[in-house]
């Protein structure tokens, strides 16, 4: 009986412990797909307001970009 509760938690540990992996690598994928999604956006609205005489609107643009991605790279580096 005891063999058996020992086998017991250590299955549901190791379960638990693939479950949280699990969960990272999805949080990681979604957070590196909205990382691309903001870069791809942000290099767009740059080269449109670039090539316009509006340089104060793509300086303002280009940091907003930079501050997203920013964010994006805590959300994927810094444990949730």
Known sequence: MYLYV?????FTRRRHVKQLLSLRHQQCISASFRLSMAGFATTYYYLTFSSTRSTAAANKLEQA??????GMMKMILLPS
Do not use: P
């Open 6 to 10: 020992l086998f017991f938690q250590n």
């Open 65 to 70: 970009g930079f501050q997203n991605i920013a």
